[in-house]
């Protein structure tokens, strides 16, 4: 079945632990990206990665880390989380930028 | 980057009734633009996309204009059923000066009244 996972799917967290939300897809995309969603700011572009070791900056890449090792796999990282990165997380991909985009499920994180 | 603007930000209708939510954009380059349907609790899916070499597409109950010298498109949904009552998104993509990414409008909460 072609899908795009997220793990974990729920995560509370503290201040200033490290923490890493995983993500892959099954579909040979070469487009991936990650998203977060806040009531009233819709869905906001954290990074994206256009293919194995490419990645950039969306609108709010501030206070997070990604990499593209292998094609499959878009990890996100937050070194030091802060209460403001409390969010609902989306990983994404697409064949290329003007393609249909395919959700994981979400990632809810909330830092205390 | 592109700036994205959509509204109106709630919208209810009644059941059988249309409902149109527009979305402008600032790119004049962009070229591709989807709409994404998020059900509560759910993901964003696509619903229907439209490329600027056209004008209009449809798929049932739903279509997308779109008008490149005003840049702004819209999405109509035509007979709406309580089924319909979600947000929807609307996006455009930037690409050019280093950047390839896309931009979400920030959503519109559409309620059906049965």
């Known amino acids: 079945e072609a899908q795009v996972t997220q793990n974990p799917r729920y995560l509370i967290t503290v201040t200033g632990k490290k923490l890493t939300v995983t993500c892959s897809q099954n579909m040979n995309h070469e487009y991936m990206s990650w998203y977060r969603q806040d009531p009233g700011l819709g869905l906001r572009q954290i990074y994206y990665?256009?293919?194995?070791?490419?990645?950039d900056k969306g609108d709010v890449p501030e206070g997070y880390k990604v990499s593209r090792k292998e094609k499959r796999n878009f990890p996100l990282i937050l070194e030091s989380p802060s209460p403001n990165q409390t969010s609902l997380y989306f990983c994404a991909s697409s064949f290329d930028l003007g393609d249909t985009q395919y959700f994981g499920p979400g990632t809810r994180l909330t830092v205390l | 980057g592109e700036n994205v603007e959509q509204h109106p930000s709630t919208l209810s209708v009644q059941e059988g009734d249309s409902a149109v939510i527009k979305c402008t954009y600032s790119d004049s380059a962009s070229n591709y633009f989807p709409w994404y349907k998020q059900e509560l609790g759910k993901r964003p899916q696509l619903i229907i996309d439209i490329r600027s070499n056209v004008g209009e597409k449809k798929d049932q109950r739903i279509a997308v204009t779109l008008n490149k010298t005003a840049k702004h498109f819209s999405l109509h949904i035509t007979e709406t059923q309580p089924e319909d009552s979600a947000v929807y998104f609307c996006?455009?993509?930037?690409?050019?000066?280093?950047?390839?990414?896309?931009?979400f409008g920030k959503g519109t909460k559409l309620s059906v009244i049965p």
């Open positions: 990665s256009m293919n194995v070791e490419v990645t």
């Open positions: 996006a455009a993509p930037v690409s050019g000066a280093g950047s390839y990414q896309l931009t």
